[in-house]
């Protein structure tokens, strides 16, 4: 039997409609395989420099378990070299990163966490199908000894994000968007504790725009993840974010809801998100 699940964010609107399959590729396989924690990110006065380019500053910020934040800030705000450390891709000048408490550069942390990332380029390999672009983490991995579980769970990470009827085609006939939701499929079958989406919107007309934040705002009420969302898009920061946080010249200005954010009295967050509201 063919069910059509429908959400609504807290303004009425439409989140998207996924259509699941009960049995094979239904989307509650992949939710009942996931962790039912989430977990919580503090950053903690993290400094970064590239010879006499201090990029980061004394960057502080606490994520709540289960928060989509978004990190908003225009070009050379320091938001991708940010984006590095929380990933554990580099390493700061001072500072940390604790993710349920424990420091991201600890030697043992990855044996216990697990952070995904959804590139900007969406980093599909054009050889694989998007069923095997979803299951690579999977088999790299051994996660699952059983092949049709393994199919099972992809197939139902595609019905989240829309994509039920695309596991055999290759990525060079899809769109932009239909790339990035496949990529967030991915991010999902690793079972992570966080997501991080790298300017998601980049380079996509508004439809797609409006379809990608739909995915972060479904993610949100349906698998209740940590999110953590970089870019410079204020109409998406505003419309997916819990909280959103002014990132500028290597510091943060101010972590606020997206209303608290609004009717900022800060003269530097006015400056950045006014030509929005005139």
């Known amino acids: 039997m063919e069910q059509k699940l429908q959400e609504q964010n807290t ?7 996924i259509t699941s399959t009960e049995g094979n590729g239904s989307g509650s396989v992949l939710l009942d395989y996931l962790k039912c924690a989430s977990v919580g990110v503090k950053i903690e006065n993290l400094k970064r420099s590239f010879g006499d380019n201090y990029v980061l500053r004394g960057v502080a910020l606490d994520i709540k378990p289960g928060e989509t934040v978004v990190i908003l800030g225009k070009s050379g705000s320091g938001k991708s070299v940010l984006m590095r450390h929380i990933i554990g891709l580099e390493c700061p000048d001072a500072g940390h990163i604790y993710v349920a408490g424990e420091d991201i550069n600890n030697p043992d942390f990855k044996k216990n966490h697990v952070i995904a990332m959804v590139f900007q380029s969406s980093a599909l390999f054009n050889s ?4 095997e672009n979803v299951a690579l983490y999977l088999r790299e991995h051994k996660i699952f000894a059983d092949e049709s579980e393994l199919k099972q769970i992809v197939s139902s990470a595609l019905d989240i994000v829309g994509l039920q009827d695309k596991n055999d085609v290759m990525p060079s006939q899809l769109s932009g968007g239909m790339k990035r939701r496949v990529a967030a499929a991915r991010a999902l079958v690793m079972n992570p504790d966080i997501i991080l989406f ?12 409006r379809t990608m934040g739909d995915l972060i705002c479904d993610l949100k009420n349906k698998v209740e993840i940590t999110q953590i969302i ?5 109409d998406l920061a505003f419309y997916v974010a819990d909280r959103i946080a002014i990132l500028n010249e290597g510091r943060i200005l101010e972590v606020g809801t997206p209303e608290q954010i609004r009717t900022s009295v800060n003269s530097a967050t006015i400056d950045f998100i006014k030509p929005q509201f005139k």
């Not at 694989?128 to 069923?131: E, R």
């Open 11 to 17: 303004n009425g609107n439409l989140l998207g409609t």
């Open 128 to 131: 694989l199908s998007v069923s």
């Open 198 to 209: 790298d300017e998601p919107t980049a380079g996509l007309d508004p439809m797609m725009t």
């Open 230 to 234: 970089v870019t410079h898009d204020i």
